[in-house]
């Protein structure tokens, strides 16, 4: 044998450890038992102050859409991320992102006294008026990094997806599924909602609305979505369309989202207030069935009641949930419009003043 064949032949295997694919976690107990501890603990509610500005007290359309939330990171910090609304001539909407560092239960923020006040990281302009749904998607092998998908409804009626990480903050990926129809009306309504997930071997992907009354699916399997298993490199082109379904999550939704419970069913939760535009309104989520092939949504299963602490975070401004490693359910909402910390008679002394109040509930 010649030396470079016997050097070949010592040469190690390299193999590359699985790839470790994001998806939710299952809730500990069945769904209806996780929402009734959501409606039972109101009484031990967290909250977290979030730095907004007194620019965003305007009222009206122009508010708080939707609140999404990172995994713990490896540091033990938690990220939060705001899409907020801006209807006024030539605005833009905003992306906003916070980190908090403080203590957790788990991946639960702990009830202190006072309520910790969380410094805005980074705020991006949307190239909508009207982003209004959110979801955040970890990245693979538990990395301290991710993905934004949010929704934008009256100008560009797309997708837009923003890869994120602790060291890079928010940076735009691209854009998904541009065009899709306006309301039949001719009015700016567009799509309303996105909500992901790993399915056993699939990412089912949708994007729906109640101005239409469909939705439209999309799939991708691991191996394409992340074909290098590394920080940052989804793949959007992995997404392919699939049905369109009729969507029957009415009442005015804030917020639409997945969840697999410990039986192994999927549903699809809606956060809904009444009315849907008051922040003091009476706070439901509703429950939906979900079948995945086809795609099918139940008629609703349950509506059931929680309430957050007084003040005005509720379902009318936005609603989301998470799901611990523990199982634990985790059910967030933020204000409608950013409001003084420390209330008073106007003016006020400096914007830095006003804040995003959100709340996190959890079933246990």
């Known amino acids: 044998m010649s030396e470079a064949s016997s050097s070949q032949a010592a040469a190690p295997r390299i193999i590359l450890p699985p790839c470790r694919y994001p998806g939710s976690n299952p809730t500990a107990h069945n769904i209806f038992a996780e929402l009734a501890g959501i409606a039972a603990n109101q009484g031990n509610c967290p909250s977290l102050y979030l730095d907004a500005t007194q620019a965003m007290s305007t009222g009206g359309e122009n508010h708080f859409q939707g609140v999404a939330r990172s995994h713990k990171l490896s540091d033990g910090s ?15 909407g905003n992306v906003l992102q916070y980190r908090y560092a ?26 909508d008026q009207h ?22 409804e009256y100008d560009t009626r797309q997708l837009t997806v923003y890869r994120w990480s602790i060291e890079q903050d928010i940076v735009l990926l691209g ?16 799509p309303q909602f996105v909500f992901l997930d790993l399915v056993d071997d699939y990412y089912y992907l949708a994007v729906a609305s109640e101005h239409w009354g469909w939705g439209q699916l999309f799939r991708a399997t691991p191996d394409e979505l992340f074909p290098d298993c590394a ?10 369309p ?7 999550v009415i009442g005015g939704a804030s917020q639409t989202k997945l969840v697999r419970d410990a039986d192994g069913n999927w549903f699809l939760l809606g956060f809904r207030s009444v009315p849907n535009d008051d922040p003091n309104g009476t706070d439901y989520v509703d ?19 929680i309430s957050f602490p007084a003040g005005d975070t509720g379902f009318a401004n936005s609603g989301t949930h998470y799901v611990e490693k523990s199982g634990r359910l ?25 804040v995003c109040r959100v709340d996190e509930l959890a079933s246990w």
Request: charged share 20%; aromatic share 12%.
């Open 242 to 248: 699939r049905e369109m379904f009729p969507f029957p």
């Open 78 to 92: 938690i990220y939060y991320f705001l899409v907020r609304s801006d209807l006024d001539s030539g605005a833009h």
């Open 175 to 190: 854009h998904l599924f541009a065009g899709f129809p306006a309301v039949p009306s001719g009015g700016q309504g567009g």
């Open 131 to 152: 982003p209004s749904d959110i979801a955040f998607l970890p990245d693979v092998n538990d990395l301290d990094a991710g993905y934004l998908f949010v929704i934008e």
């Open 102 to 127: 403080g203590p957790t239960d788990g991946e639960h923020v702990l009830k202190t006294s006072p309520t910790p006040r969380v410094p805005l990281r980074k705020l991006l302009l949307s190239a």
């Open 231 to 240: 920080e940052g490199s989804l793949d959007m082109d992995a997404f392919k």
């Open 287 to 305: 429950v939906f069935g979900v079948r995945f092939d086809p795609f099918i949504i139940s008629t609703k299963l349950a509506q059931i009641h």
């Open 330 to 354: 985790l059910i967030s909402s933020s204000y409608r419009w950013s409001e003084p910390l420390v209330p008073g008679t106007p003016p006020f002394p400096v914007p830095q003043d006003f």
